[in-house]
């Protein structure tokens, strides 16, 4: 299975951008980078994906490296409501893959 | 409106007792899922269903049933509850089964249970 790997934890100052690495060396050529994030006492919600191009939506963007064997999750300017656990996970039409969440990267927003 | 919901929020019981978490989507999709947190904050796959049929059935103890009455439920009923059952479960629903590359999981709020 291809597998990801995050730092534990990062801190970040309020209203600054806050880049998020995973590195997943192992990816394959189907596999598309999920991120979700998980808010305390809440259950996990997506946040971005993507497959090779570069992606950005309302919450974030997603920078793939050009190889995929990396990649960062980017918020423009944190809040204190962007605090949570942020998870980056791989997802294939093939093999017996399972959505599997590690232990991610716990965000931590200082005001 | 919720899209995923989960009932009970909180559950505290008696080790050997039985209970049932039950949970609901709204989104039209044909795939849900039963989701396990540890006090590690570990998120493990137990169980996910397809059209009501059973397609993940990870390493759980038989002591756990799931149970999917038509597409948009999906419950869990916990025989003879041990102090180890304590934990976050999660209820999640996606389009397509989670094999499906771009596949979006969309999670329930979850269900603390306690077992005293």
């Known amino acids: 299975d291809a597998k990801t790997t995050q730092p534990n934890s990062m801190e970040s100052n309020e209203e600054e951008p806050v880049h998020l690495p995973c590195n997943h060396s192992?990816?394959?050529?189907?596999?598309?980078i999920h991120w979700y994030r998980q808010l305390p006492s809440q259950g996990p919600e997506y946040v971005i994906h993507?497959?090779?191009s570069n992606v950005n939506n309302r919450m974030a963007s997603l920078a793939i490296a050009e190889d995929r064997k990396s990649s960062t999750l980017i918020l423009h300017r944190a809040t204190l409501r962007d605090a949570a656990v942020y998870y980056c996970?791989?997802?294939?039409?093939?093999?017996?893959?399972?959505?599997?969440f590690g232990t991610g990267t716990r965000l931590t927003i200082i005001p | 409106d919720t899209a995923v919901s989960q009932t009970p929020k909180y559950l505290v019981t008696q080790m050997g007792n039985d209970k049932s978490i039950k949970c609901e989507q709204n989104l039209g999709h044909d795939t849900m899922y039963w989701y396990k947190q540890d006090s590690k904050k570990f998120l493990k796959i137990m169980f996910s269903y397809n059209n009501k049929e059973l397609i993940i059935n990870e390493t759980v103890p038989n002591r756990f049933s799931p149970k999917s009455p038509d597409k948009a439920h999906l419950n869990l009923h916990i025989n003879s509850l041990e102090l180890g059952d304590s934990a976050v479960y999660f209820c999640?629903?996606?389009?397509?089964?989670?094999?499906?590359?771009?596949?979006?999981?969309?999670f329930g709020e979850g269900s603390w249970l306690t077992v005293v």
């Open positions: 996970i791989l997802t294939s039409n093939f093999g017996n893959e399972k959505l599997t």
């Open positions: 993507g497959l090779t």
């Open positions: 192992t990816i394959s050529g189907t596999d598309y």
């Open positions: 999640a629903s996606s389009q397509r089964p989670w094999t499906a590359a771009g596949n979006t999981i969309y």
